[in-house]
Antibody
């Protein structure tokens, strides 16, 4: 069974840092691109970041709202992805979801077919 | 690419047919997905490539459209379909989602 479990959320002051973890199981983690998506209270889903596989040089991409402040990484030996969040702002308050990009032979799709239940980040003084 | 969904909410009876729309600000060809999200749960991929049903998703869900205008239809609405539904463009990064349509039962 595919499982994705996020952790590391909590309360942090503006300007602070937090590192989220995304533990995956039930699939070949090293073969999957991974994403972070967030949802602020009462709002919709917002894509945050993506990291590709080792074969694709762990290429990363970020939303403009977090570029330069957040960093996505992965440890394939631990089947875990991470989101390092620095210089946090109140508007970063959200539930953060980790998601697997769908793997279809001979195709490259930006769809996410497995998600965790999220971890809550609150940025407040 | 901005994604706009309408309506923001819909209320219907069990057994009804419900349709809602998603519009992109530019041509995204057929690179569109729909997700179902229930509070406290992981979002769930329902449909990708406009109309391809993800494995395990009931056949009462269907999608259509191309270019900039897309629809999700739930035929024979069931109580377990109460959720918020999001469209997502998969044409290019940054990936973007619509604002969601909340489905409720009358």
């Amino acid at each position: 069974e595919v499982q994705i479990v996020e952790s590391g959320g909590g309360l942090v002051q503006p300007g602070g840092s937090l590192k989220l973890s995304c533990a995956a199981s039930g699939f070949s983690f090293s073969d999957a691109d991974m994403h972070w998506v967030r949802q602020s209270s009462g709002k919709g889903l917002e894509w945050v970041a993506r990291i590709r596989t080792k074969g694709n040089k762990y290429a990363t991409a970020y939303a403009a709202s977090v570029k330069g402040r957040f960093s996505i990484s992965r440890d394939d030996s631990m089947n875990t992805a991470y989101l390092q969040m620095n210089s946090l702002k109140t508007e970063d308050t959200a539930i953060y979801y980790c998601a697997r990009q769908i793997v279809v032979p001979n195709y490259y799709y930006y769809y996410m077919d497995a998600w965790g239940k999220g971890t809550t980040v609150t940025v407040s003084s | 690419i901005q994604m706009t969904q309408s309506p923001t909410s819909v209320s219907a009876y069990v057994g009804d047919r419900v349709t809602f729309t998603c519009r992109a600000t530019q041509d995204i060809r057929s690179w569109l997905a729909w997700y179902q999200h229930k509070p406290g749960r992981a979002p769930k991929l329902l449909i990708y490539d406009v109309s391809s049903l993800q494995s395990g998703v009931p056949s009462r869900f269907s999608g259509s459209g191309s270019g900039t205008d897309f629809t999700l239809t739930i035929s024979n609405l069931q109580p377990e379909d109460v959720a918020t539904y999001y469209c997502q463009q998969a044409d290019s990064l940054p990936l973007t989602f619509g604002g969601g349509t909340k489905v409720e039962i009358k």
